[in-house]
């Protein structure tokens, strides 16, 4: 095979790295050992819900490109690439519900599409954003911690809680936008949900 979905050459493809071996228990980062990083033991102290995350790719140079192109340059077929193996873990997860992270409406106006929901199949919006933010890939460090929920659930859809929910994002960064959805769903009576993203950086 010379092109993975006639979309990228083997070398291009084999310069995404996954995630293997040991990996933080909570949010699914490269670890040493067998344990929970850092960063989620602070959320720990400061949430009051508890990740269960899996993340497939490092956030390195190649993912960064390929973020650059499907994201930012109108590059939506770009999503192929990892639409398959982004269901294939997601059916191992077992949800009854996939929930894609959304994006306000003047980003999807402006972009064009939800790049989290092209690498998806079969989903449901059942997180709503709020408001319009700058994005989370503008924003330092310090102020992607600091932002407010923007999240809220559409209850007109009427999805019993009792399901097993799936959290979709692109990228886990600091963790901010998936404890905003883990609580949003929780307080909505959600509380067996999972998430996972197709990198952590």
Known sequence: MVLRNRLICVTCQNKFQRITGFQCMACGRKMQDES???????????????VNHVALYEYND?????FQCYKFMGGYHFAEIFKKEMMLHI????????VPIPVHECTF??????QVEGLLVGYTRLLK?????KAQSLKTRAKRLNVENPFTVNLDLNVQNNVKICIVDDVYTTG??????YNSLY???????????????
């Open 62 to 66: 190649m993912m960064r490109k390929f």
């Open 109 to 114: 106006n402006e972009r064009g599409f939800n």
């Open 36 to 50: 929970i990083c850092d960063e989620c033991l602070r959320w720990q102290n400061t949430s009051s819900v508890a």
């Open 129 to 133: 954003k709020a408001e319009a933010n």
């Open 187 to 201: 307080t909505a009576g959600y509380t067996n949900v999972c998430s996972i993203t197709l990198a952590r950086a």
């Open 91 to 98: 059916r191992q997860l077992k949800p009854d519900v996939i």
């Open 176 to 181: 901010a936008t998936l404890h905003h959805a």
